[in-house]
């Protein structure tokens, strides 16, 4: 296998490669960008004009997403994976998948979209420098952009794997990508309806991917993740790298989908939220509920029918998201 297969080793390690740029025996170019970053490149007579960005580890300790990168590059540097298409592997935040942990200072995923500016500090940096290598590799014209974002979730999810779909002004959601979602194992999508501060968010609003933040499983430790089953996804993956998916019908095949009712943002450290630390992603809530209390009496009651909770979370920083309150979406304003 080719050294540079082992990118995860070398991001572990936090080492450079001693050749920068490798080729396969089929003609396949793989060059290192810098820490956690590598470019697959297929022979010009094979590329198929798709220019596919795979990231994950963006949060540390996100580990099964990171093993399925990992999978996919041994493959490819051992020659058994043909790409046809122009992959950038990313690993976001290499000093937290390091150190186990979500993220050192600042949540990585809560910088884009120019929020990196506005402070400082080893992830801001890397959240800028994680921008320029997406916006360098989708700067070619006229290809096809996809981003898969992986993740894994702080918490058990009644609907274990789920993604997100950012939002843009005047940009309808597709429902082809919907489809080859479902066929990906995804098993419901939230359709976003404001724009965002995550890496997908970026790639969707300003370099024009089509992009989703995809959720596997439940976070656990390299090694541990015999409960993630990441098996559609991996094998619709490959399909997409080698050109070799099959057309999946416009029917989305019971793939459930949702929209934002309310984003809860916590304000103060008064914040408390009001839910069994154990409760799952995708917990039905009751109108009248009340969810969360704040500073100068602010109160989130629910009043939405058929209202869900996702990733809450009151241990995160003042003035960021602190849950998703989400209601069904009917496929009715997808393109
Ligand atoms: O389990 C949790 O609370 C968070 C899991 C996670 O990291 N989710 C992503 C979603 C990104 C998006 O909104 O597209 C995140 O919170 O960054
Ligand atoms: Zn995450």
């Known amino acids: 296998m080719l050294a540079l297969g082992k990118l995860l080793e070398?991001?572990?390690?936090?080492?450079?490669?001693?050749?920068?740029?490798?080729?396969?025996?089929?003609?396949?170019?793989?060059?290192?960008?810098?820490e956690g970053a590598l470019e697959v490149r297929p022979p010009e007579?094979?590329?198929?004009?798709?220019?596919?960005?795979?990231?994950?580890g963006i949060h540390g300790n996100e580990t099964a997403p990171i093993e399925l990168l990992d999978r996919l590059l041994h493959d490819i540097a051992r020659g058994d994976l043909k790409p046809q298409a122009r992959i950038l592997f990313l690993f976001g935040n290499p000093e937290a998948i390091r150190r186990g942990e979500r993220y050192l200072e600042l949540d990585v995923n809560r910088l884009f979209n120019g929020r990196h500016d506005q402070v400082s500090g080893a992830e801001a940096l890397r959240a800028c420098e994680l921008e320029?290598?997406?916006?360098?590799?989708?700067?070619?014209?006229?290809?096809?952009?996809?981003?898969?974002?992986?993740?894994?979730?702080?918490?058990?999810?009644?609907?274990e794997q789920f993604a997100l779909y950012p939002y843009k002004e005047g940009r309808q959601h597709s429902r082809r990508e919907l489809a080859r979602l479902r066929a990906a194992g995804m098993e419901a999508v939230l359709l976003q309806s404001k724009i965002s501060i995550t890496f997908t968010a970026y790639t969707y609003e300003q370099?024009?991917?089509?992009?989703?933040?995809?959720?596997?499983?439940?976070?656990?430790?390299?090694?541990?993740?015999?409960?993630?089953?990441?098996g559609r996804l991996e094998t619709r993956l490959k399909q997409i790298i080698e050109g070799t998916e099959p057309e999946q019908p416009e029917a989305l095949d019971g793939l459930q989908l949702f929209s934002v009712a309310r984003e809860i943002i916590k304000h103060s450290d008064s914040f408390q939220l009001h839910l069994a630390a154990d409760i799952e992603n995708f917990s039905e809530l009751e109108p009248g509920y009340l969810l969360a209390e704040d500073i100068a009496d602010t109160r989130w009651i629910v009043e939405e029918e058929g209202a869900r909770i996702i990733f809450p979370n009151p241990k995160v920083k003042n003035g960021l998201r602190a849950g998703i309150l989400i209601v069904p979406a009917k496929p009715d304003q997808l393109a």
Request: hydrophobic share 40%.
């Open 132 to 159: 320029r290598l997406a916006a360098t590799f989708f700067s070619v014209p006229e290809r096809t952009r996809l981003h898969y974002d992986l993740h894994t979730a702080i918490r058990g999810s009644k609907i």
């Open 45 to 56: 007579a094979c590329d198929n004009g798709l220019d596919l960005l795979l990231s994950a």
């Open 207 to 230: 370099l024009g991917a089509e992009a989703f933040t995809l959720e596997l499983g439940k976070a656990r430790p390299f090694g541990q993740n015999d409960g993630v089953n990441v």
């Open 10 to 34: 070398l991001t572990l390690a936090g080492r450079e490669p001693a050749e920068k740029t490798q080729v396969t025996a089929d003609g396949v170019r793989m060059r290192w960008l810098g």
